[in-house]
């Protein structure tokens, strides 16, 4: 019943909208993909943009969004020289309470003047179940909709999670895939993605405009900025720090996180893209041997290949208490059998690499090596590398 609309909501066409006329608001903008999103705001985009924040006040949200953007990169200048500072609004509001926490005020403000939501705010936890997640991943989405389709009508670019396909056994799947009978999802953040993702798919249907996007894996940008400790870097970590992999061919699509933003900014500013959905992952397929293989050419670390069934045992036998890995160890006990049995599907994105291609602010994939320098130049920069391996690093540059 949480993936269900009631029955009388209904969105029809408002005014004809321009990107150009209005603000644009995003959600979980100081969390770590959200910053590389304000970023590529700033950068493609003209008017103000309004994020919502948990703060004391505007100043202090002021003070979160600034501390996360430039923690990120260096903020671009403005068309005409306009500082950044000068077209971030904060909005102090919470995701997990009705009306996404703001005053009347504030939410009236919002439905008259925004005219397009970037909705990435989500709670991000492998370990938490539905219920933990349901108010700021799924509440919160319902309210983003009905801001969406109040006052003048607004474009809603939803950004989802390839985890809304749990852990599927398909050998391909496609950007009109939606798991509508909800197959293989047995952690609370798939599902409570899943149901989010539905929640928006039916409100295009019902004539929200909208767009979904769904990336895979977010990995650091290319210069090793953000700050993201996430499972597939705590994997990472790991199997540098023991000096093991997997042979298993499953398909790792790590995606620079300012390469991913850039190109979902890109394609919502394209207007005959809207009511479709984007998986935002590499061109190429790449998989743990080929990452490992470009870990141990930069920082000259020979790796031990185990197929999973021999890895897991392995892992649990040397992931300590103090180790990265450790908080998501019975994660992955839990799910080696899934990940064996999934160890063929791809997913497709002819769709979006299509939409990235005729956006004139479109990137290429950067080639695989640069992304793997940009995840080992991270883990420098955190200290989850030795000394040795850091000064090979900065050797190649």
Known sequence: ?????????????????????????????????GPFLLHSLLEQTTGSIRVLVRARDAGHGMERIAGSLTAHGEPPTGPEGVVWQERIVPVCGDLSRPD???????WAELCDDVHAIYHNGA?????????????????????????ASSGRTKVLNHISSTFVFGW????????TDTNQDMELLDFGYSQSKWVSE???????????????????????SLEGGGNNFDIAIRL??????????????????????????NNIVAIANLPDTVGETFHVTRDVYAGLTDITGLFSELTDTPFERYPVKEFVPLMIERCQRGDILFPLLNFFVH??????AMEFKRYDSARYQAARDRSDF??????????????????????????????LVHAHG
């Open 335 to 340: 799910s080696a059998d899934n990940i064996t």
């Open 236 to 261: 990472l970590a790991f199997m540098l720090d023991q000096r093991i992999t997997t042979t298993a061919q499953n398909q790792v699509s790590l995606m620079p996180g300012d390469i991913a933003a």
């Open 168 to 175: 599927s056994t398909k050998d391909t799947l496609y950007e």
């Open 100 to 106: 996404l926490g703001l005053s009347p005020r504030a």
């Open 362 to 391: 479109g990137v290429q994939d950067p080639p695989l090596r640069d992304v793997v320098l940009g995840i080992v130049r991270f883990m420098v920069r955190h200290g989850l590398m030795e000394g040795r391996n850091a000064e």
């Open 198 to 220: 539905q929640l928006v798919l039916e409100a295009m249907r019902r004539g929200l405009p909208g767009r979904v996007f769904r990336p895979a894996l977010i990995a650091p």
């Open 123 to 147: 709670l991000v936890n492998y370990l938490l179940d539905y219920s933990s997640m349901r108010a700021t991943n799924v509440g919160a989405t319902r309210e983003v909709i009905r801001l």
């Open 1 to 33: 019943t949480d993936a269900q609309l009631a029955s009388d909501w209904r969105f029809p066409q408002g005014p004809a909208w321009s990107r150009e006329d209005g603000s644009a608001l995003l959600t979980g903008g100081t969390g770590f993909f």
